[in-house]
C-alpha cells in the first residue's frame, strides 16, 4: 500500500468525508497547475497519471461513503 492509500484508508477509518473532500479537490488543483505550466525538459505525463490515480482512489473512497448513507 503507497501512501495516499494509507491517507485514505486512515480518513476512511475516521469517517472524515470532508479531510477526503479537502484532499481529492487539492490533487485536483495540483493537476491543473501541471497542465497549464509549461517548464521546457519537464514531461508532466507522469505526474498527470499519477494525480489522476489518486483522484480516482478518493472518489472510490468518496463512493463508499455515499453506499453506506
Known sequence: MNAIEQIIAGYVSLKNRQKLEELRDHRQRLLDDV???SV????????NDTL?????????ALARFDEDA
Do not use: M, N
Not at 521546457?40 to 505526474?47: A, E, I, L, M
Not at 489522476?52 to 472510490?60: D, H, N, V
Open 35 to 37: 497542465r497549464a505550466s
Open 40 to 47: 521546457p525538459g519537464f514531461k508532466p505525463s507522469v505526474v
Open 52 to 60: 489522476r490515480e489518486e483522484i480516482e482512489l478518493i472518489e472510490a
